[in-house]
């Protein structure tokens, strides 16, 4: 194995190690097209990503440049600025914003569950009450009694009709304001 060290830049690498010019192209278009996507940002969201200033102004003047030639140009130019950014993080990022983290997706899905076991068992409830005991057991009662009363009444509903998922909603996000710091209340 060859234990010497890779050069700084890919001119300085040896001809067998370098990038192909094509793979370079890609890999500029691509920080461009990332750059496109930041600018395309609303400015609240723009504010939380990890950009340096100089990256930042010019993607807020990309923002406010209407003219086509001109927004072309300053385009590329935060394209180029790109170059010294983490790209991965920023598309790490991008990319949780678009789809959600998977790790808020199974939060979901287990106050989902949680929700389901409620209105099917009093003994979750217990259970629930164990862990957090400043919580409202009236009003949660009255949530999950109403969420059974609308299932049975969805269950009796005629083919083809929509049914209601008011209190089982209204459930779920009393759910959501809890604070489940780990994943072990099952």
Known sequence: MDDTPLPASPDDMPEDRRPSKSQVKRDMHALLDLGRELIALPPAKLARLPLDEPLREAIALAQRIHSNEGRRRQVHYVGKLMRQADAQALRA?????ANGSREETRAMHRLEELRDRLIDSDEVLTQLLERFPGLDIQSLRAQIRAARKEAR????????REPARKHFRALFQTLKTLDFE?????
């Open 153 to 160: 009444d969805n269950a009796a509903l005629p083919q083809g």
């Open 182 to 186: 780990d994943e072990t209340f099952q």
């Open 93 to 97: 990022q991008l990319d949780i914003w």
